[in-house]
């Protein structure tokens, strides 16, 4: 054997532990699930003994509260993910200008949404946002304005949490989009500047496509994570008023554990992994060819 096989063979054995953690920690809970998908399974009845194949499937599409799911998931992204980037690219943008100072202050507080967990932001808005105790309605009511129900109210409760999860979400944005703005080349900006370029000119046909990888990058990994929000909406609406914020993710929590019918939520987190799957792909595809 060559000394080039060999080498090969070693690096190998050294990335045999970590494709036998993915094995069990993503392939075998993908393919229990599948498998639960496909037959009778409940917390009632734990026994894999009556095989239903696609039926789980059709009783989902034939429920209207999970296509309310899909419709309020679905509003949310758009929602979140736009305000998340434009906020996050026009802060990166003015960082990333060399005359402003402290900027270590500005990253320190950037950076501290976004180390907070979930849980902990959703309670802490859950008390500024409070109707009669909030510190926000309190504000409202010095300056004459009534006091508003941000989480009782059908019209407003998707609006808050989409507010919340942007506030906790846009700091990440600004971090990624700020490093790639500080790692572009600077001659295609000298070129620019050479050429009569304006500072919009060069920000639209100059830094925004060569920060295009980075940007798809930001994008992907937030329309996923969007699609997967539970826990803010968890804390701060248990999916209500109504199910005005039902989203997918905690409408695979209620048929889980209250309703307690595991196969269906099974085919439910099925249907929203292709969902993303696909989004994910159209995204990527969108914005390469975009870039060439």
């Given at each position: 054997m060559s000394f080039q096989a060999r080498y090969r063979m070693i690096g190998y054995q050294f990335l045999i532990p970590?494709?036998?953690v993915l094995l069990l920690v993503v392939a075998m809970p993908l393919l229990f699930s599948l498998v639960l998908s496909m037959f009778r399974y409940t917390f009632l009845s734990p026994r894999l003994n009556e095989f239903v194949g696609f039926s789980n499937y059709a009783s989902v599409v034939h429920d209207q509260y999970f296509w309310n799911s899909v419709k309020v998931t679905f509003l949310f992204v758009l929602m979140v993910v736009p305000l998340e980037f434009f906020i996050g690219?026009?802060?990166?943008?003015?960082l990333s200008r060399p005359e402003i100072r402290f900027k270590s202050i500005f990253y320190f507080i950037l950076t501290i949404p976004m180390v907070m967990s979930p849980v902990a932001v959703g309670l802490i808005w859950r008390m500024l946002l409070h109707p009669e105790l909030g510190v926000v309605n309190y504000l409202l009511g010095k300056l004459g304005f009534g006091y508003v129900n941000w989480f009782g109210d059908e019209r407003l409760a998707l609006?808050?949490?989409?507010?919340?999860?942007?506030?906790?979400q846009v700091s990440f944005m600004v971090l990624l989009l700020l490093s790639g703005i500080t790692s572009l080349p600077?001659?295609?900006?000298?070129?620019?500047t050479i050429d009569g370029a304006n500072w919009l000119q060069t920000?639209?046909?100059?830094?925004?496509p060569l920060l295009m990888p980075i940007i798809t990058v930001a994008l992907l990994q937030r329309v996923i994570t969007s699609f997967k929000t539970y826990d803010l909406v968890y804390?701060?609406?248990s999916g209500g008023p109504g199910v005005s914020t039902d989203l997918i993710s905690y409408n695979?929590?209620?048929?889980?554990?209250m309703g307690l019918d595991l196969s269906v939520?099974?085919?439910v987190s099925y249907m929203l992994l292709i969902v993303i799957l696909a989004i994910t792909v159209v995204i990527f595809r969108s914005t390469m060819k975009g870039n060439e």
């Open positions: 970590t494709f036998l690219y026009g802060i990166a943008l003015m609006f808050t949490v989409t507010l919340v999860d942007v506030w906790q600077k001659e295609p900006f000298e070129s620019a920000l639209l046909f100059v830094k925004t804390i701060l609406t695979i929590y209620r048929t889980t554990f939520a099974s085919a």
